[in-house]
Nanobody, 111 residues
């Protein structure tokens, strides 16, 4: 049974940083593509970062240069480092792998 548990969200001022974590069980994160999505109120869930089993990463233009996805194979964890956060980054952030979603973690960017 695959389980993904996100953490690290919170309230941060514009320009600040947060690092989200996604601890996986039931899969080995280095063997699968891993994804971070976000969903703002009233909007669709959008992809914000992905990392393949080979380590290739991809980002939409809206977060490119500000967000970085990485993984720690020893901890079986995927991270999303978010820098220079903007109010429009406010959303619930979800980890996804092998068709399974985590429960999400709230990120609020506000002064």
């Amino acid at each position: 049974q695959v389980q993904l548990v996100e953490s690290g969200g919170g309230l941060v001022q514009p320009g600040g940083s947060l690092r989200l974590s996604c601890v996986a069980s039931g899969i080995i994160v280095s063997s699968w593509a891993m994804f971070w999505y976000r969903q703002a109120p009233g909007k669709e869930r959008d992809l914000v970062a992905s990392i393949t089993s080979g380590g290739s990463t991809n980002y939409p233009d809206s977060v490119k240069g500000r967000f970085t996805i990485s993984r720690d194979n020893a901890k079986n964890t995927v991270f999303l480092q978010m820098n220079n956060l903007k109010p429009e980054d406010t959303a619930v952030y979800y980890c996804k792998a092998v068709g399974v979603w985590g429960q999400g973690t709230q990120v609020t960017v506000s002064s």
